[in-house]
C-alpha cells in the first residue's frame, strides 16, 4: 500500500471518529416536543413522572399519565403546576434518600 493510500485511510477514519462523536441534534432525545401544557386538572391524573436533565435530553420534562387510558401529557416544566410536582418530587426524593441512608446505618449495626 502507498503513503497515500495509508494517508487516506487514517483521513477517513479520523474523520468517522469524530462524526460518531459528533451530536446530531442539539437538544438530544427529549420525550416531550414543544413547551407542553400549562395545567391538566388533577382529577384526571394517575401518575407524574419527572426526568432530569441527561446525556440524551438537556432540559427538565415532567410527563403526567392521564386516566381512563387518556394517554400522556407533558407540561411545561415552567407553568406554576409543573413547578409544585417537581418540588414535591424533589421533597420526596430527599425523604427517601434519607430514609434508606438510615436503613443501611442500622443494618450495618446489627
Known amino acids: 500500500m502507498s503513503v497515500k493510500g495509508v494517508l487516506l485511510v487514517l483521513a477517513v ?3 468517522a471518529t469524530t462524526v460518531q462523536g459528533f451530536p446530531m441534534f442539539k437538544g438530544g432525545r427529549c420525550l416531550c416536543t414543544g413547551p407542553g401544557v400549562k395545567a391538566v386538572k388533577v382529577a384526571d391524573v394517575q401518575k407524574a413522572t419527572i426526568i432530569y436533565p441527561s446525556g440524551s435530553c438537556d ?3 415532567v410527563i403526567i399519565t392521564l386516566k381512563a387510558k387518556k394517554g400522556q401529557q407533558c407540561l411545561n416544566p415552567r407553568s406554576k403546576q409543573a413547578s409544585l410536582i417537581i418540588k414535591v ?5 430527599s425523604m427517601l434518600s434519607f430514609v434508606l441512608s438510615r436503613q443501611n446505618l442500622l443494618a450495618k449495626e446489627y
Open 13 to 15: 477514519i479520523l474523520c
Open 59 to 61: 432540559k427538565t420534562e
Open 89 to 93: 418530587g424533589y421533597q420526596i426524593t
